[in-house]
Structures are given as structure tokens and as C-alpha cells.
């Protein structure tokens, strides 16, 4: 746990200075900087932190929304609907879901592995929005 304490620091670091110098038009670097970040953060179980970077790299992704960024955004929705199911927020993680999986259906075609996995894990977050409405009625 401390090496990833040791990487945010110096992530932030990169951040701090990557915001104050890069031009708007150039913010791929940037984009992966918030996504590793995030990524650390869930590895550290500080899943807060985690999306709010995730988040920020979302951003970015959606306004270039070249084919290489629809898959990385596939890649960020998905670990941002884990997030959510993780925390038992199910209609947000579904909303990710669903955004992942057109991503990867888009780029990859329906059969690929991600395609299929962020399937299976919107299948599993559909049923339990349904239980949930069955409890509840």
C-alpha cells in the first residue's frame, strides 16, 4: 500500500503541473493522468476519490470522442459503474453500464470479452433493481 501512496503522490504531482501548462486541445495526457489516478485510488479502497477522478477523465474522453476515446470511455464507464454497484447504487451503475457496453459494442462488436463481461455485469445489477422493487412492493 504504500508504493500506490507513494504513485498518487506523484500522480498529483503530474496533475498540478499537467493542468497548469497543457493546451486545451491537448488533454489526452491529462485524461489518463485522472484515470490512473482513479484506478489507484480503487486499489487503495478510497472508491470517493476514485470517482471523482474517473469522473474528470469521463469529461475529457467525452468532448475529443475520437474512436480510440469511445474505448477508453468504455473502460472508465465500466470501473465507474463498478463503483456505484459496489455501493448499492444500482440505477447509476446500470446508467454506466449501459454506456460501457455501447462503447465496446461500438468498437469492439458484441462478442468481445469486455462487450460480454459489462453484460453480464449489467444482467446482474438489472436483477438487482428488480429485487429490490419486489422487496419494496
Known amino acids: 500500500q504504500n508504493e500506490s501512496e507513494k504513485a498518487i503522490e506523484c500522480f498529483e504531482k503530474c496533475v498540478r503541473i499537467a493542468e497548469g501548462v497543457l493546451k486545451t486541445n491537448d488533454q489526452d495526457f491529462l485524461s489518463t493522468l485522472y484515470n490512473n489516478l482513479g484506478t489507484l485510488y480503487i486499489k487503495l479502497d478510497q472508491e470517493n476519490k476514485a470517482n471523482e477522478y474517473l469522473h474528470k477523465a469521463i469529461s475529457l ?9 469511445i474505448l477508453d470511455l468504455g473502460h472508465l464507464y465500466r470501473k465507474v459503474g463498478i463503483i456505484y454497484a459496489n455501493h448499492l447504487k444500482f440505477q447509476e451503475a446500470k446508467t454506466y ?13 458484441e462478442f468481445d ?20 422493487q419486489k422487496i419494496e412492493t
Open 61 to 69: 474522453k467525452e468532448e475529443s470522442n475520437t474512436e480510440n476515446d
Open 113 to 132: 470479452i469486455e462487450s460480454r463481461t459489462t453484460m453480464t455485469l449489467l444482467t446482474e445489477v438489472k436483477n438487482r433493481i428488480k429485487d429490490l
Open 97 to 109: 453500464f449501459e454506456k460501457a457496453f455501447e462503447a465496446y459494442n461500438k468498437t469492439l462488436g
